[in-house]
């Protein structure tokens, strides 16, 4: 059985986390800027993050 893969590109992985961060924030993604670091946001939202990439990621 064939397996279908999605390469996401790099415009798709920046929208799902602005909206993944303005979720977490609870802000609207207009306000997250994609040019501040994710330190600058809170070290509890950088293991947010990496918990919930690390759970749709597969590393091949």
Do not use: C
């Amino acid at each position: 059985m064939q397996t279908q893969t999605h390469q996401l590109t790099l415009a798709e992985i920046q929208e799902w986390l602005v909206s993944y961060l303005a979720e977490i924030l609870e802000i609207d993604k207009k306000e997250v800027d994609i040019k501040e670091p994710f330190l600058d946001y809170g070290l509890e939202l950088i293991y947010k993050v990496n918990l919930k990439l690390a759970s749709r990621l597969t590393i091949r």
